[in-house]
């Protein structure tokens, strides 16, 4: 599978040493975790969006570990897509059949996606997949996978931020 990955910004984990700009990043995820952001980064979203859909494009996001956080976390960010980009946005593409652990706190074992419901709107669509931080990219390329399967064209990532580890 071929795809393509952006984010806006890199995570330092809290184990290393950084410096005040990458901690005021990190304290951007944390909030951006909870719901909690700005025009300033939703207008970042919107750019990227602008620059690199075209006019078959959705944008999905990664669901949380519930329903209702996925809500929390990206409804406010799905509205403000819509209505400054020309592309539809939605939280509810892509849904959860159950909750889970937060796979930042427990970790992440199996498929991430295993318990993902997609829409039948993504079928023949050129997808930008949203979620808060990429690491290793475990759940990213697990929906992808499913998007792709469930008949979308192509599909793009579109993250807050990438987890990078500096030199101890």
Known sequence: MTTTIN??????????????KQISDRQMVWRFKDGIYGNDVMGQ??????????????????????NSRTSQRFTRLSNYISSHCSVRASVNYISRTDASLPGH??????????????????????????????TRGTTFYATAQKLL????KSVRGLFLAKTVHPAA
Do not use: H, W
Request: hydrophobic share 45%.
């Open 45 to 66: 979203f919107a750019s990227v969006i602008n620059q690199v859909a075209g006019s078959n494009s959705i944008v999905c996001f990664i669901p949380a570990s519930t």
């Open 105 to 134: 706190i427990y970790g992440k074992s199996g498929n991430p996606a295993s318990t993902f419901v997609v829409d039948s709107s993504v079928a023949g669509k050129d997808v930008i997949l949203i979620d808060d931080v990429i």
């Open 149 to 152: 399967m469930s008949g979308a």
């Open 7 to 20: 984010y806006l910004t890199e995570y330092i984990p809290t184990r290393f040493s950084a410096t005040s």
